[in-house]
């Protein structure tokens, strides 16, 4: 009798747990939509792109929002939002015209108000945005499809700045979204991009759901990076991050996601072996590793001695021991980066060669007196870890006496801040890395802005660099504002203020049913299509 | 009893404050600044000050502790810097998935430790009591992420039952909720039926030579039933403390397999808090972990009571 009992009880459970699994087959197969499923590089905590300038943010940010101008895969802009710009004979106002059938993902029209208000609001937080409001006098709208911008002078940075691709990225939202402080978040995420956020599945940290904007008009241009047509071609994008990018490419193999934003080079040889996937980058010109300078204490204090680590360092030493692969790095003297319309190596030659000689000498000449060079060294991201090491050989192979100190990224993010002497907490270098996007031309490169206590950590002051960064914003042509990129590359290499140390990128992983995927600079999933 | 229950909630009161105090001062001095983290690498300095005086950064300690503590009491257990939602909310969703994990995990664990235990008590010193034993030693040397990449090997990649990754809402049907289980499940419960198996034999083992086994023995009780009702119920005791502590490890640490596993519980939630600075989500997550801890320990104490006559508070 108990026997019996026991094995209707087993057949029971058996049976049970048979049901219970077979259910999950049928819960997919009833799913008709196309779903993207991605793994991005980081979860989604903030949701507001002028509030922060996370890059993953950002991300997001191009998911729901829309620019009034685009760059494309050059570094050209483009129209977006925008329909016409017309200019006056004297340069001082700029009369920019939207065009037709934008709404917001609430059904509300995109008007010129909403367009001015946000443009204010980035514009009191963002650099590059300060910038340019500083030639504005006045910006209103003057019907519901046409904003004026009023000038105090001529200059070519309404379009560049509108049109800036990395964060903070100028987005467009509705007047009472961006009505909210700069230093409050927003509390709606509604923008009139080709997605809409899903507030409802939104798990912070853990996944974000998008969904297809039926009302999105796309321009009729071909899509080209940032610009051109956005049509979104999936029902809804699911991003999921998972923090283990060999278990990511696992899942990729079983077909229980379709991309993964960036893949390790180490990792892709298990993209390989799977057979499953194939790998492109988002972003061609990929980021830029840089090494900061605290210029405010002994030794960097010097420029000679700054410049004596433009002769010591190489970039493929700090390439090889990071990225390994040389089909993901590229070495590049160019600061505005190579392939894009600031790209120049003028004034470089015979710098980043790992010339200890001549190293040796400017250290000679500048009286070094073996003071200490508090090196930060970030552990817990992992294509930043080996940086700091390389750094720290090559320093110490012309002399440099160098106490490299080890911690968590988020640890050096709050010391950098710090004035103090290295001795009481402060540091004298970091090692760090930037989206080209961030660095395309003089303005966005926040590196570059040497404007004393209003610069970055690091607080390089050179009235020289400002100027010349001034002159950039003036320039209303491109052969002008080249021209002066030349001069503040040269002026670098008197007083630098940061050193470049190569480009590189990790390149996405799509499974093969996935097909086109732009490479506009950051990941979108407009264009994108789920066979 | 009822004196005694309550003795013991009112003494877990001062524990958790001690806890709060400690915790609340630990994360003040660890280098890192959560503003800093928020405005992200292109904020200016002015940026990050005006973050960190609207997150209340720049107020003192005491007054910091103080609201904290205030709002404690009242149930608030404050706004995640990072998420912008409260601590609460952030808890609630991130404990079905370990609760869930945790819980499977027991279940796969006595299941298995429980008879493997007292089978290798029965039958010691032969060739079964041998395996049990060696299974216990590997089960305890090898590393739970090395277990969790063989079986994702072997039954993801290779076999294609089970999903690879990721956790799906007990909400969204019990089929997926289980499949996302399993194996993780089965890679946390080795370590725990090496311990509790071997735990289970050295009591039962005890037990075994007593007495009253004899008897029950000699008046004739089926073998299954001296085990059972006689040996098991009088070793239960450690039995049941261990898989106390077991299940208070699970709540609290699954971190590695929770990233092995990508599933969203508290344990990813405490290392991206962590890595982050989230104060308010680091303190109430610790703060829950002891509660749960004390909570264990007062219901382990507690069972005592039934499974040993003898023993009255």
């Given at each position: 009798?108990f026997n019996?009992?026991?094995?209707r009880?087993?057949?029971?459970?058996?049976t049970s747990?048979a049901?219970?699994?077979?259910t999950?087959?049928?819960?997919?197969a009833?799913?008709a939509e196309?779903?993207?499923?991605?793994v991005?590089?980081?979860?989604?905590?903030?949701?507001?792109?002028i509030?922060?300038t996370?890059?993953?943010?950002?991300?997001?940010g191009?998911?729901?929002?829309?620019?009034?101008?685009?760059?494309d895969?050059?570094?050209?802009v483009?129209?977006?939002?925008?329909d016409s710009?017309?200019r006056?004979?004297?340069g001082l106002?700029v009369?920019?015209t939207l065009?037709?059938?934008?709404?917001?993902h609430?059904g509300?029209?995109?008007?010129?108000t909403?367009?001015?208000a946000?443009i204010?609001?980035?514009?009191g937080?963002?650099?590059m945005?300060q910038?340019?409001?500083?030639?504005v006098d006045?910006?209103?709208a003057?019907?519901?499809?046409t904003m004026v911008?009023?000038l105090?002078a001529?200059t070519g940075?309404?379009e560049?700045?509108l049109?800036?691709?990395?964060?903070n990225?100028?987005?467009?939202?509705p007047?009472?979204?961006?009505?909210?402080p700069?230093?409050?978040?927003?509390?709606?995420?509604?923008?009139s991009?080709?997605?809409?956020?899903?507030n409802?599945?939104w798990?912070?940290?853990?996944k974000v759901?998008?969904?297809?904007?039926d009302?999105?008009?796309?321009?009729?241009e071909p899509?080209?990076g940032?610009?051109g047509a956005?049509?979104a071609k999936?029902?809804r994008?699911?991003w999921?991050p998972?923090r283990?990018i060999?278990?990511a490419?696992?899942?990729?193999n079983?077909?229980?996601i379709?991309?993964i934003e960036s893949?390790?080079?180490?990792?892709?040889?298990l993209v390989?072996?799977?057979?499953?996937?194939?790998?492109?980058s988002?972003?061609?010109?990929?980021?830029q590793?840089?090494?900061?300078f605290?210029?405010?204490?002994p030794p960097?204090?010097n420029?000679?001695?700054?410049q004596a680590l433009l002769y010591a360092f190489?970039?493929?030493?700090f390439?090889?021991a990071?990225?390994?692969?040389?089909?993901?790095?590229?070495?590049?003297?160019?600061m505005f980066?190579?392939?894009?319309p600031?790209?120049?190596?003028?004034h470089?030659?015979?710098?980043?060669?790992?010339n200890?000689?001549?190293?040796?000498?400017l250290?000679?000449?500048?009286?070094?007196?073996?003071?200490p060079v508090v090196l930060?060294?970030s552990?817990n991201?992992?294509?930043?870890?080996?940086?700091a090491?390389?750094a720290?050989d090559?320093?110490e192979?012309?002399?440099?006496?160098?106490d490299m100190?080890s911690m968590?990224?988020s640890?050096l993010v709050?010391r950098?801040?710090?004035?103090?002497?290295p001795a009481d907490?402060?540091w004298?270098a970091?090692?760090?890395?930037?989206d080209?996007?961030?660095?395309?031309?003089p303005l966005?490169m926040?590196?570059?802005?040497?404007s004393?206590?209003k610069?970055?950590?690091?607080?390089?002051?050179d009235?020289?660099?400002e100027?010349?960064r001034d002159?950039f914003?003036?320039?209303?042509?491109?052969d002008e504002?080249?021209?002066?990129?030349?001069a503040?590359q040269?002026?670098?290499v008197e007083?630098?203020?940061?050193?470049?140390?190569?480009q590189?990128n990790?390149p996405?992983?799509?499974?093969n049913?996935?097909?086109g995927?732009?490479?506009a600079?950051v990941?979108?999933f407009?264009?994108?299509e789920?066979? | 009893m009822?004196?005694?229950l309550l003795k013991r909630?009112i003494?877990?009161?001062p524990?958790?404050?001690?806890?709060?105090?400690?915790?609340f001062?630990l994360?003040?001095?660890?280098p890192?600044?959560?503003a800093?983290?928020?405005?992200g690498?292109?904020a200016?300095?002015?940026q990050v000050?005006?973050i960190?005086e609207?997150?209340?950064?720049?107020d003192?300690?005491?007054?910091?502790?103080?609201i904290w503590?205030g709002?404690i009491?009242?149930?608030?257990?404050g706004?995640s810097?990072?998420f912008?939602?409260?601590?609460?909310?952030?808890?609630?969703?991130?404990i079905?998935p370990?609760?869930?994990?945790?819980?499977?995990?027991?279940i796969l664990t006595?299941?298995?430790a429980v008879?493997?235990?007292?089978v290798?008590?029965?039958?010691?010193g032969?060739?079964?009591?041998?395996?049990?034993?060696?299974?216990?030693?590997?089960g305890?040397?090898?590393?739970?992420?090395?277990i969790?990449?063989a079986?994702i090997?072997i039954?993801?990649?290779?076999?294609k039952?089970?999903?690879?990754?990721?956790?799906?809402?007990l909400?969204?049907g019990?089929g997926?909720?289980?499949?996302?289980l399993i194996?993780p499940?089965l890679?946390?419960?080795?370590i725990?039926?090496a311990?509790?198996?071997?735990?289970?034999?050295t009591?039962?083992l005890?037990?075994?030579?007593?007495?009253?086994?004899r008897?029950?023995?000699?008046?004739g009780q089926t073998?299954t039933?001296?085990?059972v009702?006689?040996a098991?119920r009088?070793?239960?005791?450690p039995i049941v403390?261990?898989?106390?502590?077991?299940?208070?490890?699970?709540?609290?640490?699954?971190?590695?397999?929770e990233?092995?596993?990508?599933i969203?519980?508290l344990?990813?939630?405490?290392?991206d808090?962590?890595l982050n600075?989230?104060?308010p989500t680091?303190?109430a997550?610790v703060?829950?972990?002891?509660?749960?801890?004390?909570?264990?320990?007062?219901i382990i104490?507690?069972s005592y009571t039934?499974?040993d006559p003898?023993?009255?508070?």
């Open positions: 009798m019996v009992k026991r094995r009880v087993l057949a029971g459970v058996a747990l049901l219970v699994l077979g999950q087959g049928l819960g997919t009833a799913q196309t779903n993207l499923k991605v991005p590089h980081s979860g989604l905590k903030i949701l507001d792109p509030w922060t996370a890059y993953i943010t950002r991300n997001h191009y998911m729901i929002y829309d620019t009034l101008f685009a760059m895969m050059d570094g050209n483009h129209p977006q939002m925008v710009v017309e006056s004979a004297d106002t009369t920019i065009r037709d059938g934008m709404t917001w609430d509300a029209p995109v008007t010129a909403d367009t001015v946000s204010k609001r980035w514009g937080k963002d650099a945005g910038k340019m409001m500083s030639f006045d910006l209103s003057a019907d519901d499809k911008f009023k105090n001529p940075l309404v560049l700045a049109a800036k691709p990395s964060s990225v100028p987005f467009m939202m007047a009472r979204i961006a009505a909210t700069g230093d409050e978040q927003i509390a709606e995420y509604i923008g991009g080709p997605f809409m956020f899903n409802e599945e798990e912070p940290g853990v759901v998008y969904d297809k904007f009302a999105y008009v796309p321009r009729d899509t080209n940032f610009a956005k049509v999936v029902d994008v699911t999921t998972n283990d060999q278990q490419i696992n899942a990729l079983a077909g229980e379709d991309i893949t390790p080079p180490d990792l892709l040889p390989e072996e799977g057979g499953e996937a194939y790998t492109q988002p972003n061609l010109s990929g980021l590793y840089t090494f900061r605290n210029v405010l204490h960097f204090d420029p000679k001695i700054r190489n970039q493929e030493d390439l090889e990071t990225i390994g692969d040389p089909n993901y790095f590229q070495v590049c003297k160019a980066i190579c392939g894009l600031f790209e120049t190596d003028a470089m030659d015979g710098l980043l060669e790992s200890f000689a001549k190293a040796k000498e250290l000679a000449e500048a009286g070094y007196d073996g003071t930060m060294h552990t991201v992992p294509v930043l870890t080996n940086l090491p390389v720290k090559l320093m192979a012309i002399g440099l006496n160098v100190q968590d990224w640890t709050a950098r801040s710090k004035k103090d002497a907490g402060g004298n970091f090692l760090t890395a930037w080209a996007g961030d660095l395309f031309n966005a926040a590196f570059l802005n040497a004393c206590d610069a970055l950590f690091g607080w390089p002051c009235e020289q660099i100027k010349l002159d914003a003036r320039a209303t042509s491109f504002q080249k021209a002066i990129v030349e503040l040269a002026r670098w007083y630098p203020t940061h050193i470049h140390l190569g590189w990790t996405s992983t799509l499974r049913n996935v097909t995927y732009l490479s600079g990941p979108v407009w264009n994108v789920k066979n | 009822a004196y005694y909630l003494a877990t009161i524990v958790m404050l001690v806890v709060a105090v400690f915790i001062l994360l003040r001095l660890t890192g600044d959560p800093a983290m928020i405005a690498d292109f200016s300095e002015a000050a005006e960190r609207k997150l209340g950064l720049n003192p300690l005491l007054v910091q502790f103080g503590i709002n009491f009242q149930g608030d257990l706004e810097f990072f912008k939602k409260q601590v609460t909310d952030l808890i609630m969703a991130r079905e370990t609760l869930s994990l945790s819980v499977v995990t027991i006595v299941s298995i008879p493997m235990g007292v290798a008590a029965y039958r010691q032969t060739w079964l009591d041998r395996t049990v034993m060696a299974f216990s030693v590997l305890f040397s090898i590393p739970v992420f090395v969790g990449f079986f090997y039954f993801s990649l290779e076999l039952w089970l999903p690879v990754q990721g956790y799906q809402r909400s969204e019990v997926g909720w289980l499949k996302h194996l499940s890679a946390l419960s080795v725990f039926v311990f509790i198996a071997r735990m289970t034999r009591s039962v005890e037990v075994l030579g007593e007495d009253y086994i008897t029950a023995r000699a008046k073998e039933k001296v085990l009702r006689h098991l009088n070793a239960a005791v403390t261990v898989i106390g502590f077991a299940f208070a490890i699970l709540i609290g640490g699954v971190v590695v397999t990233s092995v596993f990508n969203p519980g344990g990813l939630l405490t290392v808090a962590v600075r989230d104060f680091i303190q997550v703060l829950l972990f002891s509660m749960i801890y004390v909570l264990i320990n007062l104490d507690l039934v499974l003898r023993i009255r508070y």
